[in-house]
T-cell receptor, first 118, second 118 residues
Framework: AQKVTQAQTEISVVEKEDVTLDCVYE???????LFWYKQPPSGELVFLIR??????QNEISGRYSWNFQKSTSSFNFTITASQVVDSAVYFC???????????????FGKGTKLSVKP | GAVVSQHPSRVICKSGTSVKIECRSL??????MFWYRQFPKQSLMLMAT?????????EQGVEKDKFLINHASLTLSTLTVTSAHPEDSSFYIC??????????????FGEGSWLTVV
């Protein structure tokens, strides 16, 4: 069975603090994809990153960085120098199964609500 | 701009009536679309996979006769909530898969539709 666990339900930080959102996944597939999405209060999903299971390089995009550790089945997301606009619910998701995860049906974690206070 | 459009973004309907939500891919043809449901403060759960020209594949526990999915063209999938009840009130979001040869099939999410049944 496939599963995504985001143990942190809510996190509250003060602006300019760094914050890491944890994501642990379970899958028996050898090929799969991992994602992070941001969901602001308006509801739409904003795509942040996609990582395939063969690429364990960490990635940095501006204030965002991701740490993919296959050995611990984790795909953690760090926001450096957080800002109020970062306040949202963040979802980690997994796509696996048939066709090596390219089907496109995602399994989402329960999300972590991040509140950044000024 | 959005490449997947959902309509309506918000809808209120009376209990017992049916409501249709549309999901359109604007710049590409989508042979496969996905419908997710999100209860307040919860994660997104895949309801069904919509395949153009064939029957949708429903996830376990999702009532086929209640949530009718039609994917009549390569750019449009519709979700009809039949005989809606207050417990059907939720955020419904679709995604569409853009077929790419030899690579990841990019997934685009719609903006979501808030359904309130009164």
């Amino acid at each position: 069975a496939q599963k995504v666990t985001q143990a942190q339900t809510e996190i509250s930080v003060v602006e300019k603090e760094d914050v890491t959102l944890d994501c642990v996944y379970e899958t028996r597939d050898t090929t799969y994809y991992l994602f992070w999405y941001k969901q602001p209060p308006s509801g739409e999903l904003v795509f942040l990153i996609r990582r395939n299971s063969f690429d364990e390089q960490n990635e940095i995009s501006g204030r965002y960085s991701w740490n993919f550790q296959k050995s611990t089945s984790s795909f953690n997301f760090t926001i450096t120098a957080s800002q109020v606009v970062d306040s949202a619910v963040y979802f980690c998701a997994l796509s696996g199964g048939r066709y090596g995860g390219s089907q496109g049906n995602l399994i989402f974690g329960k999300g972590t609500k991040l509140s950044v206070k000024p | 701009g959005a490449v997947v459009s959902q309509h309506p973004s918000r809808v209120i309907c009376k209990s017992g009536t049916s409501v249709k939500i549309e999901c359109r891919s604007l710049d590409f043809q989508a042979t496969t679309m996905f419908w997710y449901r999100q209860f307040p403060k919860q994660s997104l759960m895949l309801m069904a996979t919509s395949n153009e020209g064939s029957k949708a594949t429903y996830e376990q526990g999702v009532e086929k006769d209640k949530f009718l999915i039609n994917h009549a063209s390569l750019t449009l999938s519709t979700l009809t909530v039949t005989s809606a009840h207050p417990e059907d009130s939720s955020f419904y979001i679709c995604s569409a898969r853009e077929q790419v040869t030899g690579g990841w099939n990019t997934i685009y999410f719609g903006e979501g539709s808030w359904l309130t049944v009164v």
